[in-house]
C-alpha cells in the first residue's frame, strides 16, 4: 500500500507538467492556429441568424463557450487574448432591445427556434460573466444584466406545465434543457449584482428539474 502511495505521489509532477502541456497546445491552436480558425467573423456569425450557416438559431452558444473559455485561460495562464475584447465588444453591439441575442422569439406559441435561443443565450450570458470576472468592464456586465431581465421576462412563460411537458418529450437539441439550463448564468449573475430576481428565476427553474436540483430549489 506504502509503494502504490509512493507511486501516486511521484506521478503528480509528471501529470501536472502533462496537463499544462495539453492546456498550452490546446490554448495555442484555439488563439493562433486552427482548424477551425476563430475568427472575428466566424464567432460573430453565431450570435446573428445568417443564412448558409448551420445552427443559428442557437445564437449564442459558440461565441458564449469561446467567450467563457478564453476568460477562463487568461485568468489561469495570464496570458492575453487581444481578439477577445475585441469579440465581445462586437457581441454586445448586437444585443437586441429586450436584452436576448439572435433572431426574434415568437409571440404566441413557444417553438423549437425559442428554445434554440435559449440554450445560446445561456452559453452566453455565462460566458459573458465569466469574462467580466477578469475585465470587470462595466459595459459587460450591463449587456449580462439586460439578458438576465429578458430572461426574467420570459419566465413566466417558459415556466408553464405545458411548455415542460411538450418539450420533456422526443425534443432532444430543443428539448426543456434549453431553459433550464439558464440557471448557471443567472446564479452567475445575481452573485455580482445581488438582484434577488435572478436567484429567484433560478430556482424556480431548479424546481422544474428532476433530482438534486429539485432539491436545492426547495432546500431539503
Not at 421576462?153 to 432532444?172: D, I, L, T
Not at 443567472?186 to 422544474?208: F, G, P, S
Request: charged residues 25%.
Amino acid at each position: 500500500m506504502r509503494f502504490f502511495a509512493l507511486l501516486a505521489m511521484a506521478a503528480v509532477p509528471v501529470l501536472a507538467g502533462d496537463l499544462t502541456s495539453r492546456f498550452d497546445l490546446t490554448f495555442n491552436r484555439v488563439v493562433n492556429g486552427g482548424p477551425p480558425v476563430f475568427t472575428d467573423d466566424f464567432i460573430l456569425a453565431d450570435v446573428v441568424p445568417q443564412a448558409g450557416r448551420r445552427f443559428t438559431n442557437f445564437s449564442g452558444d459558440v461565441s458564449g463557450r469561446y467567450i467563457g473559455a478564453m476568460a477562463e485561460a487568461v485568468a489561469y495562464s495570464g496570458k492575453p487574448v487581444p481578439q477577445l475584447d475585441r469579440i465581445v465588444a462586437g457581441v454586445i453591439k448586437l444585443q437586441r432591445a429586450d436584452g436576448h441575442f439572435g433572431g426574434p422569439m415568437s409571440e404566441r406559441n413557444v417553438t423549437n427556434d425559442d428554445m434554440a435561443i435559449l440554450w445560446g443565450n445561456g452559453r452566453l450570458l455565462i460566458g459573458l460573466m465569466e469574462y467580466y470576472d477578469v475585465a470587470k468592464k462595466p459595459e459587460v456586465l450591463a449587456a449580462a444584466r439586460k439578458l438576465g431581465d429578458f430572461l426574467v421576462a420570459v419566465g413566466p412563460r417558459f415556466n408553464a406545465e405545458e411548455v415542460r411537458k411538450e418539450y420533456n418529450g422526443e425534443k432532444f437539441a430543443v428539448g426543456y434543457i434549453c431553459w433550464t439550463q439558464n440557471i448557471e448564468g443567472l446564479v452567475a449573475l445575481y452573485r455580482v449584482t445581488k438582484d434577488d430576481r435572478y436567484l429567484a428565476l433560478a430556482r424556480e427553474l431548479a424546481a422544474r428539474t428532476d433530482g438534486i436540483l429539485r432539491n436545492i430549489a426547495t432546500g431539503t
